[in-house]
């Protein structure tokens, strides 16, 4: 999942990119109303997690304001506004979750994972090609019984692809699903680690190939399966 975090506090700010990233999701981060308006309406994110108390207001209002929008992300409200009223307020005004600090980082990632679950109901949780699995919610790839081991954006890279299996993905929507905006993207990078997930699954023997399409993007497809 890509993940836009608003929040003005920077301890704060640190703590939750670093929680978020290391369960495996894709952060961005911003601080204000308008710069979260201006990130959500630049990039497709699956859930956007608000502090109420921002620089320029309340940020129920991003909430307020793309609630209507057919491709909005899930909001989740975390914020010290815990009195009952602000709760009800936060969820009557399209929020689909809302939790109060301080708070428990287990507590925030299991809600993460409902609202994903809320969002996709009917997506597997575990997908296969070939001989190789990947369990998307706890971002656990096997081969055959044998785990395969992957660096960060080496799975999320995986993940895009495997959802996708025997169709291209673009150089544009993987770069969409790894990156953040803050990440520095040399030209090469995603090849470089395109590269380093393809040995790793040869070494292991899967029945899977990475192809790639010169100025296209790639597609992962079983091995043996006609293009």
């Known amino acids: 999942m890509r993940v836009l975090i608003v929040e003005d506090e920077p301890d704060l700010m640190s703590f939750l990119s670093s929680l978020l990233t290391h369960a495996g999701l894709v952060v961005d981060r911003t601080t204000s109303i308008d710069a979260a308006l201006a990130a959500l309406r630049a990039a497709p994110f699956d859930i956007a997690i608000i502090?109420?108390?921002l620089p320029d207001g309340d940020g129920l209002s991003i909430v307020k304001a793309l609630n209507a929008e057919d491709t909005r992300p899930a909001f989740l409200i975390l914020t010290a506004r815990d009195a009952k009223?602000?709760?009800?307020?936060?969820?009557?005004?399209?929020a689909d979750d809302y939790l109060v600090k301080p708070f428990e980082p287990d507590e925030l990632l299991a809600r993460l994972r409902v609202i994903a679950r809320r969002r996709h109901p009917k997506r597997s949780l575990v997908i296969a090609a070939g001989n190789l699995s990947l369990d998307l919610e706890?971002?656990?790839?096997?081969?055959?019984?044998?785990?395969?081991?992957?660096?960060?954006?080496?799975?999320?890279?995986?993940?895009?692809?495997?959802?996708?299996?025997?169709?291209?993905?673009?150089?544009d929507v993987l770069i969409e699903a790894v990156y953040g905006f803050d990440d520095l993207i040399e030209s090469n990078t995603l090849e470089a680690q395109i590269s380093r997930l393809r040995?790793?699954?040869?070494?292991?023997?899967?029945?899977?190939e990475i192809t790639s399409l010169r100025g296209i993007g790639y597609m992962l497809r079983a091995t043996g399966v006609p293009l």
């Open 85 to 94: 009223a602000d709760v009800i307020e936060g969820l009557n005004g399209g």
């Open 51 to 53: 502090d109420r108390r």
């Open 138 to 171: 706890g971002r656990r790839a096997t081969v055959g019984t044998e785990p395969l081991d992957l660096r960060r954006r080496e799975a999320l890279i995986l993940e895009a692809l495997v959802q996708r299996v025997g169709r291209v993905v673009t150089r």
């Open 199 to 208: 040995r790793k699954l040869r070494d292991a023997d899967a029945r899977v």
